[in-house]
């Protein structure tokens, strides 16, 4: 049997943090969700990744500080599932991109309806490893991978080689991503996804704050992604402002926000007109 390394390139080591987290989650009695593959995604990088995220996040000489990334996850995944599958309850919501797909195990934990065609948009390395790592399981879903960085001046056509129709509607995930890359990156991907899906398209995505990225408080956190070689990069206090400059019309909610605690949320949610404090947001809404 071919083995494959594990993913090296920092921001893969993110997608397995993510698995691992929602095998954790998955172990709860309590869980917002089960993902019965997330164990096997991250493999022995599991218990490593989470050690260091507990100290960073509940430290055992003071209280904590920075969010709860455990609840945040689970609060992340659960939103974003019941928001992917509603939007392709939709006869005429034929594709859904994720991007990028990292261990990300939809496909083959969720029930999809069969007009669906589901693109996971990844580094041939990161969908490689999961091929490998997913051996034998089937998705539910008419499902194509498409091994290309985001990042490569080609991806469009790459994908649509892969069978995207960018002339009808179609659903964008982009989960676990845009705080690690540049403002100008950032705000190209969102031009590029933009311009590359119909209107009536459906986005959603997370977005830190700019204070989540400069308070002393975050500082824990922040160091363990930047010692991971993975620093956040980019926030913005107004995330709908960002996205309609590329066509869309979205809502910004936090975690904690109606719609997004789902009894987990363990913190006060800030009014939005409050300044200097750390914000996460769940972006969702339409291409026009």
């Known amino acids: 049997m071919m ?6 390139d920092p921001v893969e080591t993110t997608a397995l943090l993510t698995a691992a987290l929602r095998a954790a989650e998955s172990g709860r009695e309590d869980r917002l969700y089960k993902d019965p593959y997330a164990a096997a995604l991250v493999g022995d990088a599991g218990p490593r990744l989470l050690a260091e995220i ?7 000489d003071g209280p904590r500080s920075v969010p709860s990334t455990p609840d945040y996850n689970a609060i992340r995944t659960r939103f974003f599932d019941d928001l992917l599958q509603e939007a392709v309850q ?12 990292g261990m990300d195990s939809r496909a083959y934990r969720l029930p999809w309806p069969r007009h669906l065609r589901y693109f996971e948009v990844d580094r041939p390395s990161v969908l490689a490893f999961k091929e490998e790592r997913l051996r034998g399981v089937d998705p539910r879903v008419d499902h194509v991978t498409v091994a290309v960085d985001l990042t490569a001046d080609d ?4 994908l649509r080689a892969s069978g995207y129709d960018p002339s009808t509607p179609s ?12 403002e100008k ?6 031009e590029r996804v933009g311009a590359f ?23 824990p956190l922040l160091d363990v992604f930047s010692g991971w070689g993975c620093p956040w990069l980019f926030g913005s206090d107004e995330p709908e402002a960002l996205f309609e400059r590329y066509g869309f019309d ?16 363990p913190d006060p949610v800030p009014d939005r007109a409050v300044k200097d404090v750390r914000r996460v947001f769940f972006v969702h809404g339409q291409r026009r």
């Open 3 to 8: 083995h494959v390394q594990d993913p090296v």
């Open 54 to 60: 507990r100290a960073a996040t509940f430290p055992p």
């Open 90 to 101: 939709d006869q005429g919501m034929t594709q859904l991109v994720v991007a990028p797909a």
């Open 155 to 158: 991806w469009e056509d790459r």
């Open 171 to 182: 659903t964008w995930l982009l989960e676990g991503l845009l705080y690690y890359i540049p």
């Open 185 to 190: 990156d950032t705000e190209r991907m969102l």
């Open 197 to 219: 899906c119909a209107p009536g398209s459906r986005i959603a995505a997370d977005l830190v704050n700019s204070a989540a990225l400069t308070l002393p408080h975050m500082r």
């Open 250 to 265: 979205v809502a910004a909610v936090q975690p904690g926000e109606p719609g997004a605690h789902f009894g987990r949320w």
